[in-house]
């Protein structure tokens, strides 16, 4: 029986099945960044501050500086054991308290113990995500080895192995302004106060390790000095980790 399709359909015909083609390639998952699973030592460098994804997931982000780190001995599908670990500069901790991950109270200087993925960003920024519980908590049981994080115990480390807080922008003319907050404390401003006059003020702190040291001294709470990290800084959005 001869076919009764016309040229003109024929093509038509397969230019949509050219197009679907295009389509699932174009939809097949970009490569992603090197990554590997890692245990080891860290100090906080920055203060930990619990963010909301645009997935509605809760997350406890910080940076740390990896003091020893280690491929572990159970490894996800598709790692990848000779990635370089960065134990100079500072690695963005991202900890999933939406599925599993413990809330851990930490401050700038404590040393944790952590496992989870360790991700080598091309770009620049490498990451540890996957230190919550591989139990299922969020439907993905087994899709990653069982991470964590936990708190040393013992007091922050010395001021001089504390790394050095970022500083942004150039403070007021004269006298640092975390001087101010020294003085108030002195005077038996509670810690109300303290956190009404940084809010009041909107002053770029810019604190360094030594700044932060001697506030501790002087007797600011924790609380008071976050408060001072994120005084007079624009809000920036919350970084997403990197999806396999």
């Known amino acids: 029986m001869r076919s009764t399709a016309s040229p003109r359909s024929a093509f038509a015909a397969l ?27 860290g100090v906080v460098a920055t203060a930990p501050r619990e963010t909301v994804h645009k997935n509605g997931r809760r997350f406890l982000e910080f940076e740390i500086t990896l003091s020893t780190a280690r491929p572990a001995a159970d490894q996800p599908s598709g790692a990848d054991r000779s990635v370089a670990l960065d134990t100079q500069g500072r690695v963005k901790v991202v900890h999933d308290l939406s599925c599993g991950g413990a809330s851990v109270s930490l401050a700038v200087g404590d040393r944790i113990e952590i496992g989870g993925e360790y991700v080598h960003v091309p770009k620049g920024g490498d990451l540890i995500h996957f230190t919550h519980p591989a139990d299922g908590s969020c439907g993905h049981g087994g899709k990653h080895p069982a991470g964590y994080i936990r708190k ?13 807080q970022p500083y942004t922008g150039p403070p007021p003319a004269g006298e640092r302004p975390y001087g101010a907050i ?8 509670s810690d109300a106060d303290l956190l009404a006059k940084i809010e009041r003020e909107k002053t770029v702190y810019s604190l360094t390790t030594p700044e932060i040291q001697k506030l501790r001294a002087a007797g600011v709470s924790q609380a008071v000095i976050e408060a001072m990290l994120r005084s007079g800084r624009a809000a920036t959005p919350a970084a997403s980790p990197v999806a396999r």
């Open 15 to 41: 230019a949509g099945l050219l197009a679907l083609a295009i389509s699932a390639s174009a939809a097949s998952p970009s490569h992603k960044s090197p990554f590997v699973q890692i245990v080891g030592e």
């Open 152 to 164: 040393i115990p013992g007091k922050p480390l010395p001021a001089s192995l504390v790394p050095e």
């Open 182 to 189: 020294v003085a108030a404390k002195e005077k038996g401003a």
